[in-house]
């Protein structure tokens, strides 16, 4: 008989949650998910069967790399040198927060933004890049382009942050390609032709003489935990109390 859960709570954001199970004797043991040697929302078991985050992140920028490629091609785009602020960025964080009051085993992935020198003005260009995006990554096994969710913004807060309404006069249009073990692609399109008042280029201004490009495709590998290969046998010894247990609901940050 498997344990049953007898219920989950939280006991002090010190604490974070736990849960109390009882086996098949009866006997109770309390979990605490702040030991959870994973995070919230990932599967350890894909995590465990995913890449080391150096094969991760060499295989991530490969697949840059190969968009970057096709979308030459395709659209005459060219690529800037990486911005100076950017040029020391540690890609790697080791040992990040597991979102249940704990640290995880885990490594977060960040790699150097890709940048356009230029960006397709039109929509059906915008739609052909995210299509070679899409053809790329899916070659990675990454699902399909989505572009950012906007259910819950108003009107005025898409003119003020995004430009326009909808992503056909929007200054910047945002997207996200998920990929195994918590992997992800995020493209973004910056397109101040568009920007009808001139605040989006205000506000880019300063950022000119690092490097960083106003009319951009922008591109970036990351991924939200990737494990270690010599973090794995402490991972899966960590995560055996948690066997069969459904995780609760992480918390806020």
Do not use: C
Request: charged share 25%.
């Amino acid at each position: 008989m498997p344990a049953v859960i007898i219920g989950q709570f939280m006991i002090g954001q010190s604490v974070g949650r736990v849960t109390v199970v009882e086996d098949a004797g009866g006997r109770e043991r309390t979990v605490y998910w702040r030991d959870y040697p994973g995070i919230a929302g990932l599967d350890p078991e894909e995590v465990m069967q995913g890449p080391t985050p150096e094969v991760g992140y060499e295989k991530g920028q490969a697949m840059v790399a190969e968009i970057r490629t096709a979308l030459t091609k395709e659209l005459k785009l060219e690529w800037a040198p990486p911005p100076d602020a950017h040029d020391d960025a540690e890609p790697f964080i080791d040992r990040v927060q597991n979102y249940f009051g704990g640290e995880s085993l885990l490594t977060v992935v960040n790699a150097p933004t890709s940048q356009s020198t230029s960006v397709p003005r039109s929509w059906a260009d915008k739609e052909r890049a995210i299509k070679i995006i899409g053809e790329v990554t899916g070659q990675y096994g990454y699902s399909a382009p989505e572009l950012e969710r906007l259910d819950e913004w108003t009107e005025e807060d898409r003119i003020r942050d995004l430009g326009g309404t909808v992503p056909e006069t929007q200054v910047i249009v945002s997207g996200s390609v998920h990929g195994p073990a918590g992997q992800w692609l995020m493209f973004t399109f910056q397109d101040l032709s568009k920007d009808t008042n001139g605040s989006f280029r205000e506000r880019l201004e300063p950022l000119e003489e690092s490097g960083w490009q106003f009319d951009t495709l922008s591109l970036s590998y990351g991924a939200n935990g990737l494990l270690r290969e010599e973090n794995r046998e402490e991972f899966k010894k960590r995560l055996a109390p948690f066997a069969g247990l459904t995780p609760p609901a992480p918390l806020e940050t």
